[in-house]
């Protein structure tokens, strides 16, 4: 019968020999691990801007290779794009323009030389004269409501009333220029003659005029007759005369001078 040898049955020599050649292979193996280790750590890294460019030219060759079409480079942000401009901001204050434009001579009267009664008194720097010979007053200026026998009411009386027969010559109380002549439904037949600073109005003048518009008077001139007043018809006949610096009412008996 054929007799077989146990493992064990294995002589001390073998088994050194074994663990020998196990440990060399071991040994061979952690060399080469080290080794392949050592090169990997020890490889230079490539710098951020040329690997990223590598990388960026060969995508762009094969993608040209395989599709055709050339892929656009992409430019990096400029400073001006992350960052906006400085504009210059300016200090100056804002100009003012004045105007050098003045009001005429009309509204500097009326606004300013004539707010009050007093003041558009005083911009009456001439004494006038009676407007007809009698010199008489049938009825004054007056601001506050008066009785007015024609149109049964009261109001006031804007102007001065010279008692005057009719026909009778009216003389102009200042010299100046015929501005207007015209025909109101109340006053009549009304003269406007333009003093300067001043405009004196004669109401109630006969149609027969004795004046034309634009024509020069000088003061005492004869420049119509009495006529007929339709708002105070029931009065005894006379000449109304109003006095106006702008739009102030001047009353006439202020600015007429003492009989010579």
């Known amino acids: 019968m054929k007799k077989y040898k146990h493992a064990n049955d294995k002589k001390p020599t073998e088994r050194v020999s074994f663990y020998i050649a196990l440990s060399i292979c071991l040994m ?37 290779e395989m599709t055709g079409i050339t892929e656009p480079e992409t430019q990096p942000p400029t400073q001006a794009a992350t960052q906006p401009p400085t504009q210059a901001v300016s200090k100056e204050e804002p100009q003012i323009i004045i105007s050098e434009t003045k009001p005429d001579k009309k509204q500097d009267v009326m606004h300013d030389d004539a707010s009050t009664p007093l003041k558009a008194v005083l911009k009456i720097n001439e004494s006038l004269v009676y407007p007809v010979k009698s010199q008489q007053v049938t009825n004054p200026y007056s601001e506050d409501g008066v009785y007015n026998k024609t149109l049964h009411d009261y109001r006031a009386h804007t102007g001065c009333d010279f008692a005057a027969e009719e026909g009778e010559n009216i003389y102009a109380m200042c010299g100046g220029t015929v501005k207007d002549i015209s025909v109101s439904e109340l006053y009549g037949v009304i003269l406007e003659v333009d003093c300067g600073d001043f405009t004196v109005y004669y109401c109630g003048l006969d149609t027969d005029f004795l004046v034309e518009k634009e024509q020069e008077v000088s003061t005492g001139d004869t420049i119509g007759t009495v006529g007929h007043i339709p708002c105070e018809s029931e009065d005894d006949a006379h000449v109304h005369i109003e006095i106006r610096v702008g739009d102030q009412l001047v009353d006439p008996l202020s600015v007429i001078g003492p009989d010579d």
């Open 28 to 64: 061979a193996v952690g060399f080469a691990a080290w080794s392949a280790y050592s090169a990997f750590n020890g490889a230079p890294e490539p710098s951020d801007n040329t690997y990223f460019s590598s990388l960026s030219t060969e995508k762009a060759a094969v993608a040209q």
